[in-house]
């Protein structure tokens, strides 16, 4: 047991394990005094203050920047990102379009072409080239072409050849 003249000692040491904020430290007394210990509430108080005076200096470093100029420059890059965004959505719309009708111009060219070679095959089919011949030479008296009367005549590369005047012999 210590006795009351024996000299009381004081040292600072961090708070119980316990405790929320533990990197602070605290003042207590060991011997046959009565341990004096701050409330919380007394070593919090000056922090408020300190963290009340920071947030109001962050405030108002923030609340520079929001001038008029810095607002009106916010606003018209925000309509011209809008502008950019919606004409890319127009483009790809059209495009969506284009391709749409694209697809079905070629499905039309497609049922077009099988129609035309079934019409083509049907037309080609019904002629009958000896019942031609049988009409041409009967009833119109054409005439099968002789030996001197045919004359060939090679052009210039054309697909065809028009005959302006009479036939070198």
Known sequence: MRHANQAT???TGRQSAGSRNTSQNYQYIEGS???????????RAPQRTVSRSQTLRRTRIKAVPMNKGYIAVAAV?????????IGYV????????HITT????ESQLYEMKLAND???????????????KRIAVNELGMKYAKEGQVVEYTGEGNDYVRQYGALPE
């Open 90 to 97: 127009n483009l790809q719309s059209n495009i969506t379009n």
């Open 9 to 11: 000692r004081t040292s």
């Open 102 to 105: 694209i697809s079905k111009l």
């Open 118 to 132: 079934e019409t083509y095959t049907k037309i080609m089919s019904s002629i009958d080239l000896e019942e031609i």
């Open 77 to 85: 890059a925000f309509v011209i990102v809008c502008s950019v965004l």
């Open 33 to 43: 005094a009565v341990r004096k210990l701050q409330t919380a509430s007394a070593r």
